[in-house]
């Protein structure tokens, strides 16, 4: 098989060297997220089962007004059919987990404790 020449080697181009300068690498710094983990140790992450029946905003008030809590809980739609409860009290909160499971238009709505965790399929888990 014959070797074909390149243009520098015919002398029509410029021998320019195609070397690349090496990568160097960038470090990200260190976060510290305890302060993060401590500002969310009173919330539910849930999800909705059946997204074209169940409604987001009309399940918030039916199941926040099912609870009968001491304090209050801020709720946040933080997307991909998930909202999260922050609560002002830990016994709010664990009295929410302790009656778990919970139903909204016929179909299961998932709650678990917040996690710092990056997953798409958090929260998944019904406990019965």
Not at 69 to 81: E, F, P
Request: with cysteine; hydrophobic share 35%; proline share 8%.
């Amino acid at each position: 098989m014959v070797r074909r020449f390149s243009y520098a080697e015919k002398g029509k181009a410029l021998d320019i060297p195609t070397a690349q300068p090496p990568r160097r690498r960038i470090r990200a710094p260190e976060m510290d997220t305890s302060d993060l983990v401590r500002q969310n140790s009173l919330t539910l992450i849930g999800r909705l089962t059946n997204p074209q029946e169940q409604r987001m905003w009309t399940m918030i008030p039916y199941i926040s007004s099912r609870w009968e809590l001491r304090g209050r809980a801020v709720v946040s739609d933080i997307g991909n059919h998930c909202f999260q409860f922050r609560f002002d009290y830990d016994e709010d909160l664990q009295k929410v987990l302790n009656n778990r499971p919970y139903q909204y238009a016929r179909w299961m709505l998932i709650l678990q404790k917040w996690e710092p965790i990056i997953s798409s399929t958090f929260p998944s888990q019904i406990p019965f």
